[in-house]
Every structure is written in C-alpha cells, then in structure tokens.
C-alpha cells in the first residue's frame, strides 16, 4: 500500500486492523513515507522494512483495503487472505506505458483548452505531452536521481511548445506549456501530505508536502530555463 501511494495513517491502520482480527494485540505500528516499523503482539520483536521505490496504483490499495475489511469480518480466512495479498503484490495490473502516455497527451490537450486557450493549440498541448510524459517516464527508469526527470521532462515541453509556436503551430505559449505539464504535477503527493496532516501523522505529512514541492519546483525550474535562454 505504501509503494503505491497510499497514505501512512491507511498503512498503519489497516495494519493494526489485521492484527486485531488475527488477535496479535496489542500491536503497534509507526509508518513513514521510506519506512515501517510494526510490532504484534507483546513477546514477537518490532520489525523494520524500509521502502525505496514508490509510485501510484490505487487499485492495489484498494483491493488490499477489501481484503483487510474482509479478513476483519471474518468472510475470509487467514491462508486466503494471505494468497491474495500475495497476488495483489506481484500481479502488476497497471495500464501499459503506450496508454499512460496518450492519456497523459489527451489530458495535455483537454487542460491547455480548459486554461482557455484556442482550438489551435490543442494539438500542439497533446504533442508536448505526449512527448513531456514519455521522456518523465524514460528518465525516471533510467536516471536514480530525485526530481531530476520532472526538470528534464519540464524543459523539452517548454522546448517543444516554443518550436511550435515558432512555426506557427499554436499561438499561446504560455496556456501550452501550462497544459502540458499538467500531468507531472504531483496532485496525489500534495492529497496524502494534507490528509496525513490532518490525521496528526505530521512527519509524513511534512515530508510528502516537501516532496510535492520540491516536484514543483523541478517543474518551474525547467520552465523558467528555457525562458532563460530564449
């Protein structure tokens, strides 16, 4: 749940909840955004997992949500649940890259018109997000460095966006740029930071709200240097 972008108190509470049914109490659990620490039961020794790579799948959490509420009913059993938590890990359910990225383009498009531009600058919206997406989703595969794929995927759309207005392809730059990098705003970040907060969970809510700004200010600072430069 919390690799695919689930929020820490949900972790930890369907957590607790799990043991609860399985009565290992009393338990206790302590989530970060990089890390879980839980213990059940008062002989068993706390256990410490630390979490490196985190995306976005809220399929997973919910189906884990679903089971977790099932085993608390008692509607499944402990073998069963564990075969389906274990299918809900290594089944990967996500949309091919090919859709993530025309859904990124399409939206690209649909954001740039929304921000009240033509109806010319709606193809060159979906170019530059197309091609924004797909390289975000490329760099960030290849190169381990944070925030270093939202910069680079920032400044080819801004690159791209100022071609195409240069041949006349589109007329406002600034709504296609805008709509373009619509996609790589970390909207699910800035959520889970806000609702942690509100929980009292404030070291994760803290440290996912700098995370979302940090994203943000790799995407401007992309932005900004190309308008540097020309």
């Given at each position: ?39 059940c039961g008062e002989k068993q020794q706390a256990k410490l997992i630390r979490v490196q790579d985190r995306t976005t799948d809220l ?7 679903d089971i977790s509420r099932k085993l608390c009913s008692h509607a499944l059993s402990v073998d069963d649940a564990y075969k389906l ?53 490329l760099l960030h595969r290849w190169v381990k460095v944070r925030f270093f794929a939202e910069f680079v995927a920032s400044l080819l ?74």
């Amino acid at each position: 749940m919390l690799q695919s972008g689930a929020e820490t108190y949900r972790v930890e509470d369907t957590m607790i909840r799990i043991a609860d049914a399985l009565n290992l109490t009393p338990s206790q659990s302590y989530v970060t955004p990089t890390g879980i620490i839980f213990q059940c039961g008062e002989k068993q020794q706390a256990k410490l997992i630390r979490v490196q790579d985190r995306t976005t799948d809220l399929q997973k959490v919910s189906r884990v949500n679903d089971i977790s509420r099932k085993l608390c009913s008692h509607a499944l059993s402990v073998d069963d649940a564990y075969k389906l938590l274990t299918e809900v890990d290594t089944v990967n359910r996500a949309y091919p890259v090919w859709v993530q990225i025309a859904a990124a383009a399409l939206s690209s498009g649909c954001f740039t018109y929304m921000f009240k531009a033509g109806l010319s600058d709606f193809i060159p919206g979906v170019l530059c997000g197309g091609l924004g997406f797909s390289a975000f989703i490329l760099l960030h595969r290849w190169v381990k460095v944070r925030f270093f794929a939202e910069f680079v995927a920032s400044l080819l759309i801004g690159l791209l966006a100022f071609l195409l207005v240069s041949i006349g392809v589109g007329s406002q730059l600034d709504k296609i740029i805008i709509g373009s990098v619509m996609p790589l705003v970390p909207g699910l970040l800035i959520t889970n930071a806000v609702r942690d907060l509100m929980a009292g969970h404030l070291v994760s809510g803290l440290s996912r709200g700098a995370e979302a700004f940090l994203t943000a200010f790799a995407i401007g600072a992309g932005v900004a240097v190309l308008f540097t430069i020309f």
